[in-house]
């Protein structure tokens, strides 16, 4: 009886010093070793944009920004 009361509180001890370790945050975000214009080589893409032409990817994030979050623009 005294022996499974000491190996129930060593495990309890066990259990609760566990549940105090921290695990390393680190970032890991899909690393890219292309620029964002190159596009992912999906089949989803936007109409007009080409994958690989820089112009037409500037032209199509000014265009979003212009709809979507310019205050003016969406006043009535």
């Given at each position: ?68 979050q ?7």
């Amino acid at each position: 009886m005294k022996r499974t009361v000491v190996i129930g509180s060593a495990m309890a001890a066990v259990l609760a010093l566990a549940a105090c370790g921290e695990r390393p945050q680190t970032a890991t975000g899909s690393k890219k070793d292309t620029a964002s214009y190159q596009g992912t080589g999906s089949n989803f893409v936007q109409q007009g944009w080409t994958p690989g032409d820089k112009t037409s990817w500037e032209q199509h994030l000014r265009a979003r920004q212009q709809r979507g979050q310019n205050d003016y623009s969406r006043m009535p």
